[in-house]
């Protein structure tokens, strides 16, 4: 099946500053999507981005499907954007998501 | 409704129990999608539903699970005789159909089998 890859898995950030995580994926994909895992186990929606770009507020996110692989930027980060993100794709003929292992954000004040 | 409901938020359950699990969808989406989140498994696929047919069940990981969706909304899944490595969050999702549709997560179930 498909592989996903997330880095770095790990990342301390001080308020302020800027990030980027990356997702790699091994095969062709329909669907991918970035989700931060809040302190309380939600999944909360960032982007449906399977190509292009995309901004919401202080983030946004970039997907180059035919090199597999999407970025999603954080700036000026805040304390409660700490948490875990997951980036999701659907790789056909499949529907369901297959998830990468995640990247751990801890932004201190 | 206006997101995707999960009961109970919270199971303990002694071993070799049953459990049911609910899932509520957003209304109005046809896709319903059962994952598995666990410390050394990270978030497992374990079953997906369109409408009320499973066409894909790959992800049970063995037979004391199963899940049904009447209606073509509410589902639940099913664990017989729980084990401890059934311990886990079970995650609903739904999205509006399959294939290159945005899916949205309840909350989840946290189960512990003691």
């Known amino acids: 099946g498909i592989q996903v890859e997330q880095s770095p898995p790990d990342l301390i950030l001080q308020e302020g500053a800027n990030s980027t995580l990356r997702c790699n994926f091994s095969d062709s994909v329909n669907n991918l999507q970035w989700f931060h895992q809040n302190p309380w186990g939600q999944l909360i929606n960032l982007f449906y981005?399977?190509?292009g770009t995309k901004q919401n507020g202080r983030l946004s996110a970039t997907t180059v499907a035919t090199e597999r692989y999407s970025l999603l930027y954080i700036s000026s980060s805040q304390t409660t954007d700490s948490g875990v993100y997951f980036c999701?794709?659907?790789?056909?003929?499949?529907?369901?998501?297959?998830f990468g292992k995640g990247t751990l954000l801890t932004v201190n004040p | 409704g206006a997101g995707v409901s999960q009961s109970p938020s919270n199971k303990v359950t002694e071993k070799g129990k049953d459990v049911e699990l609910r899932c509520d969808p957003i209304s109005g989406h046809t896709a319903l999608y059962w994952y598995r989140q666990s410390l050394g498994q990270g978030l497992e696929f374990l079953i997906y539903f369109q409408g009320n047919s499973a066409p894909d069940k790959s992800g049970l990981p063995s037979d004391r699970f199963s899940a049904e969706r009447t209606g073509g909304s509410v589902s639940t899944l099913t664990i017989q005789r729980t084990q401890q490595e059934d311990s886990a969050v079970y995650l609903c999702?739904?999205?509006?159909?399959?294939?290159?549709?945005?899916?949205?997560f309840g909350q989840g179930t946290r189960l512990t089998v003691v």
């Open positions: 981005i399977p190509s």
């Open positions: 999701a794709v659907e790789n056909p003929p499949n529907y369901k998501l297959t």
């Open positions: 999702a739904s999205s509006l159909g399959l294939r290159s549709t945005e899916a949205f």
